[in-house]
């Protein structure tokens, strides 16, 4: 019967054939190419690397920038990389030598920086999605060291790079009354610090609640000093259902990651949905 299908097949139909694996294999591969290989765009293009860096970091990853450009306010030459902090319409907000700036397209004048040539790539090679149950601790500090734990048990061998989280932290704060003063000054805070993703405050009696979006480990403990500076002391810190991002330093496949995942939960059972976990792939 193969020898019959095969004798069938003329050169059109060969032709359709290999187009159509080409396009097949692009596809596969193409879609994951852009979170390993930089991409180079120029600064004209500022709208276009907008849209991928969000692409990227909707995936878990966490960006890193190079920029080529100058400074709008002397016109001196600008060379220099950081991690994204966040993004708006034509324009990056990127974490440089401890201070955020703004990078915009060539002819920016309201940005930090207007831009000629922009890479993008990733932190990381691949990205694990993990989801946790209740975890509570007594201090932050506490709660970095059991998300590290977690990060590093999972990812085993492949390492870890970065990692960053999304979800809301609870502190409970004995004899807290709610306060506009006290909130304002820990909005002020985060508002005037060279800190990635976004975080807003409620506060509730005996409560502060976190509401955060791609936080590292640098946000966390931004938030223990300033609750330090406040004179702010709370008894306990609660998070429920927190998404970590793991950001891996070899890129994994799939099908080999998810076993070796699965071969490395027995330490972490009980902290992570071990059933929604999910893996963002990188070509080797």
Do not use: C
């Not at 849209?51 to 909707?58: L, T, V």
């Amino acid at each position: 019967m193969n020898k019959y299908f095969f004798s069938k097949l003329n050169l059109v139909d060969l032709t359709i054939i290999s187009v159509l694996l080409l396009i097949v294999l692009w596809f596969i591969f193409g879609q994951v190419s852009y979170l390993v290989s930089p991409h180079n765009y120029p600064g004209t293009a500022i709208y276009t690397t907008v849209d991928e860096i969000n692409d990227i970091m909707s995936q878990g990853f966490m960006v890193i920038l190079h920029v080529k450009g100058k400074w709008t306010g002397n016109g001196s030459f600008f060379d220099g990389e950081g991690v994204v902090a966040k993004t708006a319409p034509g324009s990056i907000y990127l974490i440089y030598r401890n201070q955020t700036i703004t990078v915009g397209g060539p002819a920016s004048y309201l940005e930090d920086v207007a831009a000629e040539n922009l890479e993008v790539k990733g932190a990381s090679k691949s990205v694990i999605k993990v989801r946790t149950h209740l975890l509570e601790n007594n201090t932050i500090d506490g709660l970095v060291n059991t998300l590290s734990f977690i990060s590093r048990e999972i990812a085993g061998k492949y390492g870890v790079s970065t990692y960053k989280i999304t979800g809301v932290l609870i502190l409970t704060v004995p004899n807290l009354k709610p306060n506009p003063y006290i909130y304002q000054s820990l909005v002020s805070e985060f508002e005037e610090a060279p800190l990635t993703g976004e975080v807003y405050f409620v506060f509730s009696e005996g409560l502060i609640s976190a509401y955060f979006k791609d936080w590292r480990e640098n946000e966390i403990y931004f938030l223990q000093r300033s609750l330090d500076k406040l004179n702010i002391s709370y008894k306990e810190v609660l998070t429920n259902r927190l998404l970590i991002y793991i950001g891996t330093e070899k890129a994994m496949s799939p099908v080999r990651g998810y076993k070796v995942i699965h071969e490395n939960l027995k330490n972490v059972r009980g902290k992570v949905f071990t059933d929604q976990i999910k893996i963002v792939p990188s070509l080797p």
